[in-house]
């Protein structure tokens, strides 16, 4: 139906979103187990430095410091 086109993109969207997350936790080997375990924080910091490093990667390679 045309008028559930948009709403199926976005849930499309978002269940893509989802399945790259959960692979991305299933090659780092975390379960919610080893989550808990370790606390969310570690966690956290890993994501926060994983993006500053994409961000001034592609910055520099933006900027013409590095090649892609």
Do not use: C, H, K, Q
Request: hydrophobic share 60%; proline share 3%; glycine share 10%.
């Amino acid at each position: 139906r045309p008028e559930l086109r948009a709403s199926g993109e976005l849930l499309a969207a978002a269940a893509r979103r989802a399945m790259v997350l959960t692979l991305f936790l299933v090659g780092l080997g975390l379960s919610r187990d080893a989550v808990r375990t370790v606390g969310a924080r570690p966690l956290l910091l890993g994501v926060g430095l994983w993006v500053v490093s994409a961000t001034a990667s592609l910055a520099a390679i933006w900027a013409g410091w590095a090649s892609a």
